[in-house]
């Protein structure tokens, strides 16, 4: 799951950004969950505590009063963290340059440039499944494989846009490479599944696409249980208050 921090005093400015990353996320099936902040002071102090982030959004000018030194803080802390800022100031555009900052926008928010930035750090971060064929490489993100099907002595995988692709690993060995990431769940033993794809069990797993996917009808409790505890555990949510806050999803 993806933690964004995003700290500003203006609701409106929260509210636009927030939703937008929603929209981003719910598109690219992506979990993520975002925290919000109207001070930075709150930020620093769940960062003190093991608080960590995988993206900071932040105003640099905040209740009337510059932020830089704050942020300048929180950026020790969080060296290696992609950093966006966010503000109607531009006069701070030397001091995001130091920071290292992933880009500085003006308000108000333009989301197409929102989109772009993310892509961009997403293509950097996206975890990719390598595939042999013919003696050369293939390479396919994590957040692109719907599932994965063993059906005539081969192992096909199958993207979101409706591609596929053959696999020289059996589904065992596909399974083993995929079993640090919990979205990934061997369903039936022909078959496994991207969680973040399914929208509901029933007989079989309905798929976004109106795709459908089989899977062990003994099990069908323990499958329901673990397909809820994973969207308990990681689905996209928003935190909000005074530092943190709701979770959105």
Same mark, same amino acid.
């Given at each position: 799951?993806w933690?964004? #921090?995003?700290?500003?005093? #203006?609701?409106?400015?929260?509210?636009?950004?927030?939703?937008?990353?929603? #929209?981003?996320?719910?598109e690219?099936?992506?979990?993520?969950?975002?925290?919000?902040?109207?001070?930075?002071?709150?930020?620093?102090?769940?960062?003190?505590?093991?608080?960590?982030?995988?993206?900071?959004?932040?105003?640099?000018?905040?209740?009337?009063q510059?932020?830089?030194?704050?942020?300048?803080?929180?950026?020790?802390?969080?060296?290696?963290?992609?950093?966006?800022?966010?503000?109607?100031?531009?006069?701070?555009?030397?001091?995001?340059?130091?920071?290292?900052?992933?880009?500085?926008?003006?308000k108000?928010?333009?989301?197409?440039?929102?989109?772009?930035?993310?892509? /961009?750090?997403?293509?950097?971060?996206?975890?990719?499944?390598?595939?042999?064929?013919?003696?050369? !490489?293939?390479?396919?993100?994590y957040?692109?494989?719907?599932?994965f099907? #063993?059906?005539?002595?081969?192992?096909?995988?199958?993207?979101?846009?409706?591609?596929?692709?053959?696999?020289?690993?059996?589904?065992?060995?596909?399974?083993? /490479?995929?079993?640090?990431?919990?979205?990934?769940?061997?369903?039936h033993?022909g078959?496994?599944?991207?969680?973040?794809?399914?929208?509901?069990?029933?007989?079989?797993?309905?798929?976004?696409?109106?795709?459908?996917?089989? !899977?062990?009808?003994r099990?069908?409790?323990?499958?329901?249980?673990?397909? /809820?505890?994973?969207?308990?555990?990681?689905?996209?949510?928003?935190?909000?208050?005074?530092?943190?806050?709701?979770?959105?999803?």
């Amino acid at each position: 799951m993806w933690k964004i #921090a995003v700290a500003d005093t #203006a609701e409106d400015h929260l509210t636009l950004l927030k939703d937008a990353l929603k #929209a981003y996320f719910q598109e690219t099936h992506r979990v993520f969950s975002v925290t919000s902040y109207t001070d930075l002071t709150f930020l620093e102090k769940d960062m003190a505590q093991g608080e960590h982030f995988d993206l900071l959004i932040l105003d640099l000018v905040m209740n009337g009063q510059r932020s830089v030194e704050a942020v300048r803080r929180i950026r020790e802390k969080e060296d290696g963290t992609p950093l966006i800022f966010l503000t109607a100031n531009r006069e701070y555009a030397v001091e995001s340059y130091e920071m290292n900052a992933l880009d500085y926008m003006i308000k108000p928010l333009k989301k197409e440039r929102l989109v772009k930035r993310l892509d /961009q750090l997403f293509k950097r971060k996206n975890p990719r499944f390598s595939v042999r064929t013919q003696g050369d !490489y293939s390479y396919y993100g994590y957040d692109e494989l719907v599932y994965f099907e #063993a059906r005539e002595h081969r192992v096909y995988g199958r993207r979101k846009d409706g591609r596929e692709f053959k696999c020289s690993q059996n589904l065992g060995r596909i399974e083993e /490479q995929l079993r640090e990431d919990p979205r990934f769940y061997r369903c039936h033993r022909g078959y496994i599944v991207n969680l973040d794809y399914v929208e509901q069990i029933r007989e079989v797993m309905l798929l976004k696409g109106d795709l459908r996917v089989p !899977y062990r009808l003994r099990n069908k409790r323990k499958i329901k249980e673990d397909y /809820q505890r994973y969207v308990t555990e990681n689905i996209c949510f928003l935190k909000e208050g005074k530092g943190s806050g709701k979770r959105m999803g």
